[in-house]
């Protein structure tokens, strides 16, 4: 038998020699998960011992790990505003930027003055935008879109997990095709904006085993938001907003862009956030 002390020691320097970054972080994860000990209770239980099964587990988990997948798709789920989302290789990790995303949509008294807004979450993955929202603001109807069926499938298990599934209208569809004009009060995205040289240049836990499909955008990683600003244009109702997580020096193009679709003016305005 092993402690979980002798558990997390072991575990610490099999990432370390891995090479993998914040190496004693992702082993307290792993062996809470593997125990079913939360990070405090650690140094509590540290001489408590695991049994077989959970050694196996924490053993298996940690290859992977060590091998640079993900913390978690490893552990298949993962926090999103304070619920618990399940997470796998069909959609991307959601991140605490979307979590502020999320948090400033929520926060803009605009949107949620009319009775039953009609918000559309565009590229939904997970589903933790869209859930979140209509979570959050049970009146509001959330329509969650994605191109992919893999995403939807996976979004919509996390609804049926969070209770949310009946109150969110779920859509195939590239962008806002098939939206009609004037029908959308906000849309709020995390679309695809990671450019051809950049995708290179990714962290390898990110480029190696998220989805290219929801990371790459083009020669500029502006592609899918320069599409998106055409459609939105046409599919917000007048005073309506855009929400849209954008790369860190993204900023100056997206305004251009946005701009060139006529937001920022009285009639329709847009909102978005650095990655």
């Known amino acids: 038998m092993t402690t979980v002390n002798e558990s997390l020691s072991a575990t610490d320097r099999a990432l370390i020699e891995a090479h993998r970054e914040e190496a004693r972080v992702l082993a307290e994860w792993l062996v809470c998960a593997a125990s079913g000990l939360n990070r405090s209770e650690l140094l509590i239980h540290g001489d408590c011992e695991l049994g077989f099964a959970a050694l196996a587990r924490l053993g298996e988990w940690t290859k992977r790990v060590a091998s640079g ?4 798709y490893v552990l298949g789920s ?14 991307l990790i959601p991140r605490p930027e979307t979590e502020e995303l999320c948090d400033r949509v929520l926060s803009d ?49 996390n609804a049926r997990r969070l209770g949310a599934e009946s109150r969110i209208e779920w ?3 590239d962008l806002l095709a098939g939206v009609p004009p004037n029908s959308l009060c906000a849309i709020v995205s995390n679309p695809p904006y990671v450019s051809e040289s950049e995708l290179a240049a990714l962290a390898p836990e990110v480029r190696d085993y998220e989805p290219h499909l929801a990371l790459a955008a083009g020669a ?11 459609q939105a244009g046409v599919a917000l109702a007048p005073g309506g907003k855009l929400w849209v997580e954008i790369g860190n020096e993204q900023g100056p193009a997206v305004c251009d862009l946005l701009r060139a679709q006529g937001f920022f003016r009285r009639d329709r305005a847009s909102r978005f956030g650095g990655a």
């Open 171 to 173: 859509r195939r569809a």
């Open 69 to 72: 997948e993900p913390l978690q």
């Open 78 to 91: 993962t926090s999103f505003f304070g619920r618990e989302f399940l997470c796998d290789r069909r959609a």
């Open 220 to 230: 500029d990683g502006l592609s899918v938001i320069r599409r998106l600003a055409q």
């Open 109 to 157: 008294s605009a949107i949620w003055r009319d009775a039953a807004p009609s918000v559309m979450d565009v590229g939904t993955g997970t589903g933790c935008i869209a859930i979140t929202l209509v979570l959050e603001h049970p009146n509001a109807r959330v329509i969650a879109v994605d191109c992919s069926v893999e995403a939807l499938n996976l979004a919509r298990e």
